[in-house]
């Protein structure tokens, strides 16, 4: 029973089994590596979410491994939106003419970093997509306090394109715990910014807070939600600080990361006054909203997280999952704009072809990300029972007081949310768990345990 043995691993090194899957992108490069668009027939596609990546932004913030890039010249800007116009009219026409969009992301980086007039060309390019989409407000992009608070010209652009959710990257409202992770004080800006998106009139603002961050106090982050409250914000959406992955400097600035106990006890802080303060989530939801009935995410991350829908990206470095394939595009900006420029309509780095354990792993990482998991959605995506699948891991975490049973869907327990480690475990790939345990330096009982 390879779970046993992830939920050993998990004991010795928590922090390695986050929302993220696989457990290292190397594990995919030794097993899974397929040649490019194998296996791929974008023309048999009935529905398909897109996310367009903008890539640019004023500074990298330490804990981000996003692909992002620092150059503000024009030029660059300029050549790159020429690319992405292309590379949508392009995959655009490669879609049957029936399929239908669920949802549209545009991301970073920070999109709005754009010049007005080439935020309006990327936005015009998104017209035919829209047309495709079957819900009323299928279109969120990202933003900065920054640019929300002192540039409307920017988004009167946004409004006038089609955008109906904004979401604002605040992450912190204290300009001490900020300036550690490499972002400029902000302090005086959200509310100005929440201010100036609800005077646009856009259907949705959603604000992001980051919790565990370096040097981050429970009196930081309570005053962060309480901040966050008394705005006018449909939704808010609270990450939990990621230290995993080589892309990220944040080992460089404590070598005291927070314990899963610690991320469990803000977790519930907030999950506590969010949901005193009119906002619904399930508890385990990273997503809160102060709409009942709405996930407090966009449509592109419903219909991706919790519906497990084949998606396809625009621009550097973004991913794509169709059927089995999950493929990425180049991460230089230059190498992107070259392979746009040479015709390519979904260029690839590195990709892989998915066995069904990898892709239902991923699914049900993902799905936590709301506190739950859905038997029903899950067979829509897997074409298998969830409890053909995973069984004795379900049996065991409810068990255990992990999960329960409710309404036909599997949630996170109340005051659990310090157990997702363990939780995210049951769930890893037998071949993960394999060569999770060949690589990590713990004593041989733990490796070979189950």
């Known amino acids: 029973m390879s779970w046993r043995r992830a939920l050993a691993l998990a004991s010795a090194r928590p922090l390695d089994f986050t929302i993220q899957y696989p457990p290292s992108r190397e594990y995919f490069r030794e097993r899974f590596t397929s040649p490019a668009g194998a296996g791929v027939a974008l023309e048999e596609l009935k529905r398909v979410l897109l996310y367009v990546h903008v ?8 804990y981000c491994n996003f692909a992002v890039d620092l150059r503000k010249g024009a030029g660059v800007h300029a050549r790159y939106v020429d690319a992405l116009c292309a590379q949508l009219e392009r995959l655009d026409a490669a879609l049957p003419a029936g399929c239908t969009v669920p949802g549209i992301d545009i991301g970073g980086g920070t999109p709005t970093l754009l010049a007005p007039e080439l935020l309006e060309r990327v936005l015009e390019a998104l017209r035919p997509w829209r047309r495709r989409c079957e819900v009323a407000w299928p279109v969120s992009i990202e933003t900065t306090p920054r640019v929300a608070a002192t540039d409307g010209e920017r988004l009167a652009v946004l409004k006038a394109g089609g955008v109906d959710r904004v979401s604002m990257g605040l992450q912190s409202t204290n300009d ?3 300036a550690q992770v490499n972002r400029r004080a902000q302090r ?24 565990g961050l370096p040097g981050q106090t429970r009196e930081h982050w309570w005053q962060d939600l309480e901040r966050v409250t008394a705005l006018p914000v449909d939704s808010v959406t609270t990450y939990d600080c990621l230290y995993r992955g080589a892309g ?11 314990t899963p106990g610690d991320y469990g006890a803000l977790y519930d802080l907030a999950y506590e006054h969010l949901t ?3 906002f619904h989530a399930p508890y385990g939801s990273v997503n809160f909203s102060r709409h009942a009935g709405e996930p407090g995410t966009s449509p592109y991350f419903e219909g991706r997280l919790l519906d497990g829908l084949p998606y396809v990206g625009a621009g550097n470095y973004a991913s794509s999952l169709v059927g089995s394939r999950w493929w990425f595009a ?3 900006v230059d190498a992107y704009v070259e392979a746009v420029k040479g015709g390519a309509v979904l260029p690839e780095e590195d990709g892989y072809t998915l066995p069904d354990a990898e892709r239902c792993a991923k699914y049900v990482l993902l799905s936590l990300n709301f506190g739950l998991i859905d038997p029903a959605r899950f067979r829509a995506f897997a074409g298998v029972e969830l409890e053909t699948m995973y069984g004795p891991q379900l049996e065991h975490a409810r068990q255990v007081g992990w999960l329960r049973e409710r309404g036909g869907v599997y949630g996170v327990e ?17 071949e993960a768990v394999e060569w999770l345990s060949g690589r990590m330096s713990l004593p041989e009982a733990l490796r070979t345990t189950g």
Do not use: Q, S
Not at 416 to 430: D, N, T
């Open 188 to 211: 005086n800006l959200g509310e100005r910014a929440v201010e100036a998106l609800a005077a646009v009139g856009f259907r949705r603002v959603n604000v992001d807070l980051v919790f």
């Open 248 to 258: 990220r400097a944040m080992p460089k600035l404590t070598a005291v990361r927070p």
């Open 414 to 430: 109340p005051g659990r949310f310090r157990e997702l480690p363990w939780i995210r475990a049951l769930f890893y790939a037998p």
């Open 330 to 332: 180049p991460y230089e």
């Open 276 to 278: 005193a303060n009119g």
């Open 55 to 62: 890539p640019f932004c004023e500074a990298k913030c330490f």
């Open 176 to 178: 001490e715990t900020l």
